[in-house]
């Protein structure tokens, strides 16, 4: 059974920068499309980036210019770099394979000054 582990969250000032980590067991990672997704407090969970096995990239209006998503298919790992990093962008951060409902239990962040 495939599992997701976040980890990277943290407390950073505004403009500040931030690397998430998503580790995932198992072998079938590099066969599929991964995302990553957060949930700020009283609001549904939303879609952020997402990134295809063959590296094709996707973010959501927000984070433009600001997130970068990447993956490394030998260690089963996927990234998240977050720059010029905004107070709402305060949420906890979830990877997902993309049309699986396997969800990690997610890396808080918070930005604050």
């Known amino acids: 059974q495939v599992q997701l582990v976040e980890s990277g969250g943290g407390l950073v000032q505004p403009g500040g920068s931030l690397r998430l980590t998503c580790a995932a067991s198992?072998?079938?990672?590099?066969?599929?499309?991964m995302g990553w997704f957060r949930q700020a407090p009283g609001k549904q969970r939303e879609w952020v980036a997402s990134i295809t096995n063959n590296d094709l990239t996707n973010y959501t209006t927000a984070v433009k210019g600001r997130f970068t998503i990447s993956r490394d298919n030998a260690k089963n790992t996927l990234y998240l770099r977050m720059n010029n990093l905004k107070p709402e962008d305060t949420a906890v951060y979830y990877c997902?394979?993309?049309?699986?409902?396997?969800w990690g239990k997610g890396t808080l962040v918070t930005v604050s000054s």
């Open positions: 997902n394979i993309l049309g699986m409902a396997i």
């Open positions: 198992g072998s079938i990672f590099r066969f599929y499309s």
